[in-house]
């Protein structure tokens, strides 16, 4: 099917479960979860906790922000926008209702319009990239969506899946890690960060874009802008009304703070330095 | 009275008093800092002084956007990135 040159919509997919803090490091506090660390804020620590039934970190009362990775895909999309080569752009996101505060960020920096997608409680616990992407590829039949920019990869579980498993649903072509891209005409032309280098394809629309870090620098939602951002609208919506299970396939086994880090020996001399990897059995 | 600019000056206030919270010193170092900052040019009334005041507070605000985003993409890099030597 022929589509027009100019883009209809862009939808961008917000993560809210980020932990809000880019202080510097501390990892004598935080435990690390798998192999990322968790930052905690210079001066006011929030302590990171596993629950105490070990199936996840306590997020009550922590601070949701968007996902960095999707500030910059949301940013993108307003850019496009900006140079007219796309008509609207719509921010979406799942989850309870704290992630309104997020769309509304979005907003601000210039979506047209934002789509809440409600799942609380336990769905929401269990909600992975597969549900993400079931949801997504509904809300892009519905909205007609020609293209999705997404975050590559969300920074509280690192999964990085959700958009290539949206690219997969709808059958459509995508381009991830994409560190720039630029609409020509009918294609897409992306050029991506892999591990020998840059890649750059050219892929038709529509198409699903994931946002690497060095794709734009995203802007800062300024106090004037959110007040003008009220106005816009944010639709509320339910799974189920776009015919999407969000039971999840996964079950967390086990969630544990790492090991503590054994304190340090001192050893006088060389001799003595070989004699104790000797006990430990390390040489 | 210096109206119009009056509401500029307010203005500036809010916004600079919204990035505020997200200072890594913390937001009440911040805010102690701006009103002293605000209070010490209340008596102001030439408007070109006034001006030029607006104009650095706007400089600060494009300055503390600036820190966070560098603050941000610093610790992205540094946890998803190899480090270059």
Redesign the interface.
Known sequence: MHRSSEVKHVASYLNTRGCEC??Q?CESHCPVLTD??I?V????FIKIRVKPDRTGVVTDGVKHSMN??CEIAVEEAIKLKEKKLVKEVVAVSCGPQQVQETIRTALAMGADRGIHVEVSGKDYETLGPLQVSKIFAALAKKEQADLIILGKQA?DDDCNQTGQITAALLDWPQGTFASEMTLEADKLKVVREVDGGLETIKINLPAVVTAD?RLN????A???N?MKAKKKKIANVKPADLGVDVCSRLEVLKVDEPPQRQAGVKVETVDDLVGKLKEAGRV | MSNPLRGEVIRLYKNLLYLGREYPKGTTYFRERLKAAFMKNKDVTDPEKIKKLVDRGEFVIKELEALYFLRKYRAMKRRYYEPEH
């Open positions: 880019f202080g490091p990322r660390t930052h804020q210079l001066k006011t960095p990775f920074i870090l620098t995203p802007r800062y300024t106090l004037p959110i």
